[in-house]
T-cell receptor, first 113, second 116 residues
Framework: AQSVTQLGSHVSVSEGALVLLRCNYS??????LFWYVQYPNQGLQLLLK??????LVKGINGFEAEFKKSETSFHLTKPSAHMSDAAEYFC???????????FGTGTKLQVIP | GAGVSQSPRYKVAKRGQDVALRCDPI?????LFWYQQALGQGPEFLTY????????KSGLPSDRFFAERPEGSVSTLKIQRTQQEDSAVYLC??????????????FGEGSRLTVL
């Protein structure tokens, strides 16, 4: 079985401040991990993914995430928030060899000017 | 088109009506997924196709839900005798590969179903 827990359904940061969105996963086999972003009335688009190899992965728009096996975490960070980062962010997991991707409940990011 | 296309974007149905939602995946994509996203929730898996074969339908909530992909490209999600709890955004996603690939999904914009 695989599952994802996102802590905090809403996060507010000031423009220019650090963004930290938390994600913990459960998987019985080595996982593939993803962060997706969803803007209002749009579909989800991939921010970044971890498959194998380097545990710090960089994505689009300055986001990055670090896979920590010991903590079963895959937190998303960005050093300096921009107004355009306001959106909903979903962490997702796929167990290797299994097609289904399981999503967390999402974290809505608000950026305050 | 360049991306995953879904239609209709918005559908209002009276309780008890049947609805059909269409998904046109990225050309050549082998895998196709349907997800249901209720208001304020994350996407919930419904079903998965590899080409025309429906390999996993474990997420379909009842036998009122039916999906098909007869020629391995366009897919239709059909909901019979709609109920208010079916109100949600239905997302379609496709992926270029299958098997042990990393599984990145490409999503459409979704079909928002409102059942009155």
């Amino acid at each position: 079985a695989q599952s994802v827990t996102q802590l905090g359904s809403h996060v507010s940061v000031s423009e220019g401040a650090l963004v930290l969105l938390r994600c913990n996963y459960s998987s019985s086999v080595p996982p593939y991990l993803f962060w997706y972003v969803q803007y209002p009335n749009q579909g989800l688009q991939l921010l970044l993914k971890y498959t194998t190899g380097a545990t710090l992965v960089k994505g689009i728009n300055g986001f990055e995430a670090e896979f920590k096996k010991s903590e079963t975490s895959f937190h998303l960070t960005k050093p300096s928030a921009h107004m355009s980062d306001a959106a909903e962010y979903f962490c997702a997991v796929r167990s290797g060899g299994y097609q289904k991707v399981t999503f967390g409940t999402g974290t809505k990011l608000q950026v305050i000017p | 088109g360049a991306g995953v296309s879904q239609s209709p974007r918005y559908k209002v149905a009276k309780r008890g009506q049947d609805v059909a939602l269409r998904c046109d995946p990225i050309s050549g994509h082998v895998s196709l997924f349907w997800y249901q996203q209720a208001l304020g929730q994350g996407p919930e898996f419904l079903t998965y196709f590899q080409n025309e074969a429906q390999l996993d339908k474990s997420g379909l909530p009842s036998d009122r839900f039916f999906a098909e992909r007869p020629e391995g490209s366009v897919s239709t999600l059909k909901i019979q005798r709609t109920q208010q709890e079916d109100s949600a955004v239905y997302l379609c996603a496709s992926s270029p590969t299958s098997g042990s690939s990393t599984g990145e999904l490409f999503f459409g914009e979704g079909s928002r179903l409102t059942v009155l």
